[in-house]
């Protein structure tokens, strides 16, 4: 990797996805050096100044190799968060836990004074109601997370804030950390599956629009620097848009202005969580053989009975990649969908009625 030393020099772990990537270009403006650094290149073009390298966070080498001369590292890279890469309870230890271990590892020898966590309300959120939830809540004991990924985040975060001044290899510095929570983004709209809403209406959940979100990790990198007194060492922030509101409103501007029709079907949330659980069974019984991807995880479900305004830049963002109802959508998929749904709702349903006539 050739990255011009002159400048300041950050390293985004996880650079190749959704927001480290939009972190990147805004540090780009910046005028600093910007290094990439994920399994897999960002799905946009690359803008001259900012380098990518394909490598891994398990890989202590590569990560030694990635960190050299780096000002500020942005650890980004998480592995689980949705889908079926929820259920691969190794793959979510090696890369959130001993991920976190190596580049941790790897800032402290080769000096690198600074690291922003990238964290999740997930630490201190286990499905139970929390109310005006600041800073001061304790952490959810790691054996009540429901999932490895929220885990697993949680064990990396208290690493991270536990190697907060850690001396440095031979200088007198020190390491400065901080970790950013925050709280969800998009899924299901495009393929036809957002098709119900569960859950009741009037229980609110927290979101961030990603510029607000590069915003906070841009002020906590400088809120580590001597310049600013080390405000930030050690501390974990909440970041939001400060507008708590009903996970599925939340997604409506999105999903009318990509030309969905917003559900009207609201279901049970028991329901869902016992259709998500059977689901989990199957994909644990197949999953092997046909790694499928599951409409929904309990995971899934008690976090989104958790919403920022979607402005018209966002949905034409969207649009722009792609994104949006095609008018030649084909109905017979979407009709097969529906029975397929309307199929396993059925199988739910039948297998919880007692047995008769035995
Ligand atoms: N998206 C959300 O709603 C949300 C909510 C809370 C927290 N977060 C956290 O924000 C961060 C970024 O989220 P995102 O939505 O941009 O996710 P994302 O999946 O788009 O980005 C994560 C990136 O990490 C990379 N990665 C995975 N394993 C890796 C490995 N072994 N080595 C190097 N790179 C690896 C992936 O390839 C991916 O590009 C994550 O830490 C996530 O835990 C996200």
């Not at 380098?51 to 891994?56: N, W």
Request: hydrophobic residues 40%; neutral net charge; aromatic residues 10%.
């Amino acid at each position: 990797v050739e990255v011009n030393r002159t400048g300041r020099t950050f390293l985004i772990t996880g650079g190749g996805g959704y927001f480290g990537f939009r972190l990147a270009c805004a540090l780009l403006k910046t005028s600093s050096n910007v290094v990439l650094f994920d399994v897999r290149p960002p799905s946009q073009e690359l803008p001259e100044g900012i380098i990518f390298m394909r490598a891994d966070i398990r890989d202590y080498t590569q990560v030694e190799e990635a960190v050299r001369g780096v000002n500020c590292v942005f650890h980004i890279a998480s592995y689980g968060m949705s889908g079926r890469e929820q259920l691969n309870r190794k793959l979510i230890e090696e890369v959130n836990v001993q991920g976190t271990e190596n580049i941790l590892r790897a800032c402290v020898a080769h000096r690198v004074p600074r690291l922003v966590y990238t964290s999740t309300y997930n630490v201190v959120f286990g499905g139970q109601e929390i109310k005006d939830g600041d800073e001061s809540l304790p952490y959810l004991p790691l054996h009540l997370h429901p999932d490895h990924y929220s885990r697993t985040k949680s064990i990396a975060e208290v690493q991270v804030l536990k190697a907060n001044g850690s001396p440095l290899n031979s200088s007198a510095g020190v390491l400065q950390t901080c970790a950013l929570h925050l709280p969800r983004i998009i899924s299901y709209i495009e393929n036809g599956i957002f098709r119900f809403v569960y859950g009741e209406p009037d229980s609110l959940v927290e979101f961030v629009h990603v510029d607000n979100l590069v915003s906070a990790h841009m002020l906590a990198a400088e809120a580590l620097t001597e310049k600013r007194q080390h405000r930030a060492t050690s501390q974990p922030y909440f970041i939001s848009d400060g507008r708590p509101v009903n996970n599925f409103e939340f997604f409506r501007p999105l999903v009318e202005g990509l030309g969905y029709s917003f559900p009207t079907l609201r279901l049970p949330i028991s329901l869902i969580y016992l259709f998500a659980f059977l689901t989990e069974m199957v994909h644990h019984i197949v999953g092997r053989i046909y790694n499928f991807q599951p409409l929904l995880t309990r995971t899934e479900v008690y976090k989104t009975g958790e919403p920022k305004l979607y402005d018209l830049e966002d949905v034409q963002w969207f649009r722009g990649r792609g994104h949006g109802k095609k008018s030649s959508q084909s109905s017979i998929k979407k009709l097969i969908l529906d029975v397929v749904l309307v199929v396993a709702f059925a199988a739910v349903v039948l297998s919880c009625l007692p047995v008769v006539g035995q």
